[in-house]
């Protein structure tokens, strides 16, 4: 079994800037599929973008340019840096994993709210 952890949610201004990193449990998650995605309040969980572990990302349209996904496999880590942050980007963030079954781990999810 693998667990992800995520920190760094919280409450920012619109325009500003967080960071929000994930901790796996296991060092074999490092050459697994990693990425994010997000869920606001009465809509689905969409994609935000992944990165492989050779470290290839692809984003979704609306986060493209503003996001940044990175991993640093040494530590089991994988992080998300957000910029420019918008009202609209506001929803629980999930840290996601993918094994070579093609099966699908998840963090628990940690709350950003950007709002004035």
């Known amino acids: 079994q693998v667990q992800l952890v995520e920190s760094g949610g919280g409450l920012v201004q619109p325009g500003g800037s967080l960071r929000l990193s994930c901790a796996a449990s296991?060092?074999?998650?490092?050459?697994?599929?990693m990425g994010w995605y997000r869920q606001a309040t009465g809509k689905q969980r969409e994609l935000i973008g992944r990165i492989t572990g050779s470290g290839t990302t692809n984003y979704a349209d609306s986060v493209k340019g503003r996001f940044t996904i990175s991993r640093v496999n040494a530590k089991n880590m994988v992080y998300l840096q957000m910029n420019t942050l918008k009202v609209e980007d506001t929803a629980v963030y999930y840290c996601?994993?993918?094994?070579?079954?093609?099966?699908?781990?998840w963090g628990q999810g940690t709350q950003v709210t950007v709002s004035s």
């Open positions: 296991r060092s074999d998650v490092s050459f697994w599929r």
């Open positions: 996601w994993a993918g094994d070579y079954s093609n099966r699908d781990y």
